[in-house]
């Protein structure tokens, strides 16, 4: 019975293989050869340009444990990974549940524009417009002072909560989206179910609701966790001197110092914690799913 299945699907996997080859070619460009390039350039003492003598090292590798900055950075990063993780469903699963069980019509819709809004601009632009708003004498300070009868002074500009509201603002989105997509999978029936067997509204959303929306909460904190940990633009141009992070100290490796190879081995070193948290978390995250 097994062959007959194997044989059966090896028979599907034929036709579907001209629809495969050009976005499995297109990963292998543009993911699998950057990469690997990375990994060359990692092991190597400097880049192999003209008139520059190189050798293979794990020098790279090295500096990672020789030096304790880079293990503090890395630590710093992963708990911003959790605290923008944990802010985004905090702030995204109320919202998607709004979106897929009690708004309807032209409302949702225009509430669901709103949502991937920031989706449409750059990410530049979100972020110098924030600096616009959380700077001393900005929007945020100008409108209080206005509406107050006390002079306040709002300056979040260069501090970790900025980092944290741009952050947010930037990855909320995924939350929202992927909650709504099993949100809305939720049978209405199920619920009413359950409200008719005398759960409260509490007990329902706890016992029927968010298990069941678990995939999506599931995927959107995967999806915000990964880059938020390797984020630097964020941290640079909101944080300042508190925005150092393990993102900002790769980027200053590849746009400053111009030491390629101590950037793609510090990137290689992050890339692995991030695979052995996802691994670690994965059995959990399998039954919670």
Same mark, same amino acid.
């Given at each position: 019975?097994?062959?007959?299945?194997?044989? !059966?699907?090896?028979?599907?996997?034929?036709?579907?293989?001209?629809?495969?080859?050009?976005?499995? /070619?297109?990963?292998?460009?543009?993911?699998?050869?950057?990469?690997?390039? *990375?990994?060359?350039?990692?092991? *190597?003492?400097? %880049?192999?340009?003209?008139?520059?003598?190189?050798?293979?090292?794990?020098?790279?590798?090295?500096?990672?444990?020789?030096?304790?900055? &880079?293990?503090?950075?890395?630590?710093?990063?992963?708990? /911003? $990974?959790?605290?923008?993780? /944990?802010?985004?469903?905090?702030?995204?699963?109320?919202?998607?549940?709004?979106?897929?069980?009690?708004?309807?019509? =032209?409302?949702?819709?225009?509430?669901?524009?709103?949502?991937?809004?920031?989706?449409?601009?750059?990410?530049?632009? =979100? #972020?110098?417009?924030?600096? *616009?708003?959380? =700077?001393?004498? $900005?929007?945020?300070?100008?409108?209080?002072?206005?509406?107050?009868?006390?002079?306040?002074? #709002?300056?979040?500009?260069?501090?970790?909560?900025?980092?944290?509201? !741009?952050?947010?603002?930037?990855?909320?989105? &995924? *939350?929202?989206?992927?909650?709504?997509?099993?949100?809305?999978?939720?049978?209405?029936?199920?619920?009413?179910?359950?409200?008719?067997?005398?759960?409260?509204?509490?007990?329902?959303?706890?016992?029927?609701?968010?298990?069941?929306?678990?995939? !999506?909460?599931?995927?959107?904190?995967?999806?915000?966790?990964?880059?938020?940990? !390797?984020?630097?633009?964020?941290?640079?141009?909101?944080? $300042?001197?508190?925005?150092?992070?393990?993102?900002?100290?790769?980027?200053?490796?590849?746009?400053?110092?111009?030491?390629?190879? /101590?950037?793609?081995?510090?990137?290689?070193?992050?890339?692995?914690?991030?695979?052995? #948290? %996802?691994?670690?978390?994965?059995?959990?995250?399998?039954?919670?799913?």
């Amino acid at each position: 019975m097994a062959d007959q299945l194997a044989i !059966g699907s090896r028979r599907g996997l034929k036709p579907a293989l001209p629809l495969l080859l050009p976005a499995y /070619l297109w990963l292998t460009v543009a993911i699998f050869l950057p990469l690997s390039a *990375m990994v060359f350039f990692s092991f *190597m003492t400097d %880049l192999p340009l003209a008139g520059k003598e190189w050798s293979f090292t794990l020098g790279n590798y090295a500096a990672f444990f020789s030096q304790s900055l &880079y293990s503090t950075l890395l630590f710093s990063s992963l708990r /911003l $990974g959790l605290e923008v993780t /944990l802010w985004c469903v905090v702030l995204g699963y109320p919202a998607a549940y709004v979106l897929a069980k009690v708004l309807k019509g =032209r409302s949702r819709e225009a509430i669901f524009l709103l949502v991937i809004l920031p989706f449409w601009s750059n990410g530049l632009v =979100r #972020i110098f417009s924030w600096a *616009m708003v959380l =700077r001393e004498g $900005g929007i945020l300070d100008t409108a209080l002072n206005a509406v107050l009868p006390f002079k306040i002074n #709002i300056d979040l500009m260069y501090s970790y909560p900025a980092v944290i509201i !741009g952050l947010v603002h930037s990855y909320a989105p &995924y *939350m929202v989206l992927t909650c709504y997509l099993t949100l809305q999978a939720i049978d209405d029936s199920l619920i009413e179910a359950g409200r008719s067997l005398g759960a409260s509204r509490r007990q329902v959303l706890w016992r029927v609701i968010i298990p069941l929306s678990m995939p !999506g909460l599931i995927a959107g904190a995967a999806l915000i966790f990964v880059p938020v940990v !390797g984020s630097f633009m964020e941290p640079r141009i909101l944080g $300042g001197r508190t925005g150092t992070f393990y993102g900002t100290i790769i980027e200053d490796q590849f746009v400053a110092v111009f030491n390629w190879p /101590l950037g793609a081995a510090l990137s290689f070193i992050l890339l692995a914690v991030v695979l052995i #948290i %996802l691994a670690l978390a994965a059995p959990v995250l399998r039954r919670a799913a």
